[in-house]
């Protein structure tokens, strides 16, 4: 496909001369990937494009195909190639210059909303948001909820808004752009009359992985996701830190601080380094067994 047009131009010639380029490049799960590039470019299911082998691609198709295939060649990855990912069931544009949801990250979803109050219209605070998936997720599992979405990277705060106006909560959402922690408690969290503006809660996904490690990542984390959304300084803590600072100042009493972290390690330090205004509540581990999520309750009289 990067070379020589196949012979055939159908879906299944097509398909094969994908697959033979991404598995000459290693790829494990070239048939996936290779279905996943022609069901994004020809807007069909998996079933409708096994079903229709025979169908004819355009030229323009099929040079689109080439080139999708040959930026996941490079090591791009996938989502980036296919310009959404699915996170807790839902499409979210994932453009190159923000950070790709991952899996694990829907815990933290779930811890959040065990956390979320139910008898009152909660506010919450995604600090880092990103493409704004957990936010928005959030926003849409519960419809009394508002959210502040705060990210420094301008690109990721522009995706976040994408996602939010596609997924129709752009009514419960304010985005900020935070350069750190402190600007946001330099001033009110949510403007809303006759609301406090301190959150119920604040869930966080910062970056972790200690400045180090990162050139040992996988290429495709390495070399294309953003830096800014990964490097966590030297042990990685230095974003927890901050956020141990202002959480308890942000936070109402009893409000929670859920983080999503990267290992036991990790997990170690946080239980050490807890501030006296929080007590731990709840840990939770993914399906490896690895600590991923944390849960931090608010002291009543601080």
Not at 27 to 53: F, V
Not at 125 to 137: E, K, P, R, V
Not at 262 to 268: P, T
Request: hydrophobic letters at 40%; one cysteine or more.
């Amino acid at each position: 496909m990067t070379g020589t047009p196949p012979l055939s131009s159908s879906v299944a010639a097509v398909r094969r001369s994908l697959m033979r380029e991404l598995r000459g490049a290693g790829t494990e799960n070239c048939a996936g990937e290779a279905d996943s590039i022609l069901i994004r470019l020809l807007d069909c299911t998996r079933a409708a494009l096994l079903g229709r082998p025979e169908r004819i691609l355009t030229d323009a198709q099929i040079f689109s195909a080439g080139e999708a295939v040959r930026r996941r060649v490079n090591g791009e990855p996938l989502q980036y190639v296919l310009g959404e990912t699915y996170f807790y069931g839902r499409p979210f544009e994932t453009k190159k210059g923000v950070l790709i949801p991952r899996p694990e990250t829907e815990l933290l979803v779930e811890l959040a909303l065990e956390f979320l109050p139910s008898s009152a219209p909660p506010v919450f605070l995604d600090w880092g948001t990103g493409s704004g998936c957990i936010a928005i997720t959030l926003l849409l599992e519960r419809p009394l909820t508002t959210a502040v979405m705060a990210e420094k990277n301008p690109l990721s705060l522009q995706q976040a808004w994408k996602n939010a106006a596609r997924h129709g909560v752009l009514g419960r959402a304010f985005l900020w752009h935070s350069q750190t922690p402190e600007d946001i408690f330099a001033a009110p969290v949510v403007p809303a009359a006759g609301r406090s503006p301190l959150p119920d809660l604040v869930v966080s996904n910062p970056p972790y992985i200690p400045t180090g490690d990162i050139p040992n990542l996988m290429r495709e984390v390495r070399d294309h996701e953003p830096r800014m959304a990964l490097d966590g300084g030297e042990d990685g803590m230095d974003f927890y830190r901050l956020l141990f600072r202002y959480a308890p100042l942000w936070l109402k009493p009893g409000g929670h601080l859920l983080l999503e972290i990267g290992d036991a390690a990790q997990a170690e330090k946080m239980r050490a380094t807890t501030p006296p205004a929080l007590k731990l509540v709840k840990e939770v581990r993914d399906y490896a067994g690895i600590p991923r999520c944390m849960a931090w309750e608010k002291r009543g009289s601080m």
